[in-house]
Each structure stands twice: as C-alpha cells, then as structure tokens.
C-alpha cells in the first residue's frame, strides 16, 4: 500500500465510523429453499432478505428462489460449493454427507423440547457443528427451526409399532433417518424433499415424516389420510452461504449478512412455534385422522429409534456425542 493510501486510510477511520459502511458494494444474493413460499420456511427468508436489504442501505439484493426452483438440498448445496449460488436454506440432515458431525441432529428424541435445542443448536456445541462447514466450502450462519417430526401415511392408522410394518416410508438422504426407520419395520425410502408430494400422490411411497407445519404448508393433507404424533426427532434448518462468494466480502458485508440471519433465526422460531400450535386442529379440520400413541407404544419406539444412537456416535466421534450430553445435563440440571 502507498503511504498517501495508508495515511488517507488511517484519517477516514478517523473521522468516522461511517465510512465503514461504505465498504458495501452492490451484491445480488440468490437465495435458495425447499418449501413453498407460503411457509415458515418461506417467510423466514423474505425476513432475511428485507433485513439485508435495511442493513445495507439496499445494496445487497437477496433474490429467493422457493418451493426447490434452484433445485433440492443436495443439488443447491452442491451450486454453493461451487459457488453458482450464494445462499440457500435445508435440513442439516442432508449436510451429513459433507460433514459427518451433522448427523449428531439426527439422533432421536435429542431434545425433549425446543428451548433444548435453542440452547444446545446456538450453544458451544451448536457453534463447533456448524464451523466444521467451513473448511468443505460452506459457511453456516444459524440454524433455523424445522420443528418436532410426526409421522403420517395413507394406508393405516398407526398406533403400534406392528402398523409400521411394510409401510413405505420416504425418508431424508441421511443413513441415521434410513436406519432409524428400519429399526421400526417400516420400508424406509430416501428421497429428495422436492420429489415428495409427488411420490405420494402417485402412491410411489405411502408416507413420510415432517412437522406439522410442513404437512400443512406442502399440503401432505391431501394426500395423506393419517397422522400419528410421534415427535420422534427435533429437526433443524441451517442457513448456509457459498464460501467461494463468502471469501469475496468485505468484513462490513458479512456482518450485514449475519446481522440478518440472527434476525430472521429469531423470527422464525417464533412464526413457527406459533404455527405449529395451531396447525394440528388445522390439518383435522382438512380432514386428517391424529392418532397419539400410548405410553407403552412410545417407550417401545423410543427403545427401537436408540437403538441406532451407537452408530451416531461412532459417525460424529464420541467426544461430540459426549458434549452434546453434558450441555443437556447442565441445561437440565
Ligand atoms: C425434509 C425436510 C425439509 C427440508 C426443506 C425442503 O423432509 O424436513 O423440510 O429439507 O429444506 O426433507
């Protein structure tokens, strides 16, 4: 650097803070997701895009793509890595297979509520997960609620772990999802999220597993008669951004982008907690049959989903598994 350019540099820092946030060029942000536009997931993302647009004084563009038109989880992640796309939110589940570490969310019954996966997800550990993104090429900002999972299906009521018997049931790209629902008798089938609706419209599967809010926002309901409350996994989004387009920004910039997702993580937690309240009298008034499993069926479920937490462990490392338990204990007390 020239002497002019350093002393020139060292004034305007001098003379205002201001002028750092002039160090923001005109960016456009394609922002892909899997859900419709009128979802959660949907919303959370205008969220974010009107929240750089405010922090950046309108030079940052984010341009969402909804409803998988940039492509599924697995196909967007791959145009981050590449850098044909800046951003995109999905299910860390499907992340596995570029950081194994992920897997650790996939473990059932995890959380016994979300104030749980609040602290854990945006605690040491939560933060440890999401840093391992970095160096395969992805930055992670924050995660995002996808929400409590139950199970729903068009060929029977379930209300026993014998009525998962054969059922074909379409699962996330993920082997603890694969294994965990073979554990339960049940045809496991892993497909992208995008081909869903479709496979069961044309009975290619005959269920699937999701949030309420997702059931209600894909419109599951028309498809699927039955739905049993299982809550057997808590399932979070994370937010990601290309680390080629990450590794061009300006420190003003990237503080903008994580200014926004912090703003739309909270946001969304609470659109969607309060969604799902009262989606579940929504999808019986569409006309779905709820079905709760008593407590001898869940302890039997319960027992047969852990029994694949051995594998989780061995997959994200012991140590991981061993942290994750004690930041629940501390927060349990
Ligand atoms: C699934 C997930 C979906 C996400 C979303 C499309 O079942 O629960 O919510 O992948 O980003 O695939």
Not at 77 to 100: F, H
């Amino acid at each position: 650097m020239k002497l002019k350019t350093l002393v020139l540099s060292g004034l305007i820092g001098l003379v205002s803070a201001n002028a750092m946030a002039a160090d923001i060029q005109s960016r456009m942000i394609r922002f892909g997701y899997g859900l419709n536009e009128d979802s959660n997931q949907g919303r959370a993302v205008q969220k974010f895009a009107a929240e750089v647009g405010k922090l950046s004084g309108d030079k940052m563009k984010v341009r969402a793509f909804g409803a998988a038109t940039l492509g599924s989880d697995l196909q967007m992640q791959q145009a981050l890595l590449g850098g044909a796309q800046e951003m995109m939110v999905g299910s860390t589940a499907t992340l596995v297979g570029i950081v194994p570490e992920m897997a650790i969310w996939d473990t059932p019954f995890l959380f016994n509520n979300a104030e749980e996966a609040d602290a854990v997800l945006d605690g040491p550990v939560g933060e440890q997960v999401k840093a391992k993104l970095e160096e395969k090429g992805l930055v992670g900002l924050v995660y995002w609620e996808n929400g409590f999972r139950n199970l729903t299906n068009s060929q029977r009521p379930v209300t026993s772990l014998e009525d998962m018997d054969g059922i074909r049931l379409r699962v996330m790209q993920n082997n603890v999802f694969l294994d965990s629902f073979k554990a339960l008798g049940a045809n496991a089938v892993p497909m992208a999220f995008s081909e869903l609706f479709t496979a069961l419209e044309t009975r290619t599967v005959d269920g699937q597993e999701n949030p309420y809010n997702t059931i209600l926002s894909s419109k599951f309901y028309e498809v699927q008669k039955y739905l049993t409350v299982t809550n057997h996994v808590y399932s979070p989004w994370i937010v990601l951004v290309s680390k080629k387009f990450w590794d061009k920004l300006s420190d003003d910039e990237r503080r903008v982008l994580e200014q926004a997702a912090a703003a739309s993580r909270d946001f969304e937690r609470r659109d969607t907690r309060e969604e799902a309240a009262w989606a579940l009298a929504e999808l019986k008034e569409k006309g779905m049959e709820v079905n709760e499993l008593d407590a001898a069926q869940v302890d039997r479920m319960r027992e047969r989903l852990t029994e694949v937490n051995q594998g989780i462990a061995k997959e994200v490392g012991q140590q991981l598994w061993d942290d994750v338990q004690a930041e629940l204990q501390k927060i349990r007390g």
